[in-house]
């Protein structure tokens, strides 16, 4: 299972798959000068309202959870996490 950390400001959210058009809402506000956009829960509730505005620091983080104990990886190994600092230009 894919969950998707949103870091805004030092603080984590997690979210559920798809993150697509969360990310295009946020960079949309960021663009405009500032906007709020609502972070949806990562299970059931109302979610929460962020105010984005330019320069804030916003970072994604893709972390897969779980997963298939015969996919014959190593007891070892860890989740892959990718890095995703799309918004690191704005």
Do not use: C, N
């Not at 972390?63 to 995703?84: L, N, Q, R």
């Amino acid at each position: 299972m894919i969950v998707h950390r949103l870091t805004v400001d030092g603080r984590d959210y997690f979210l559920p798959d798809p993150v697509t058009e969360l990310r295009g809402q946020i960079l949309e506000a960021i663009k405009a000068g500032g906007g709020y956009v609502t972070i949806p829960p990562l299970r059931g509730g109302p979610g929460l309202d962020i105010l984005f505005s330019p320069g804030m620091p916003v970072s994604w983080t893709q972390i897969d959870v779980g997963g298939d104990t015969d996919s014959g990886a190593d007891a070892g190994e860890h989740p892959v996490t990718i890095e995703d600092d799309s918004f690191s230009g704005l």
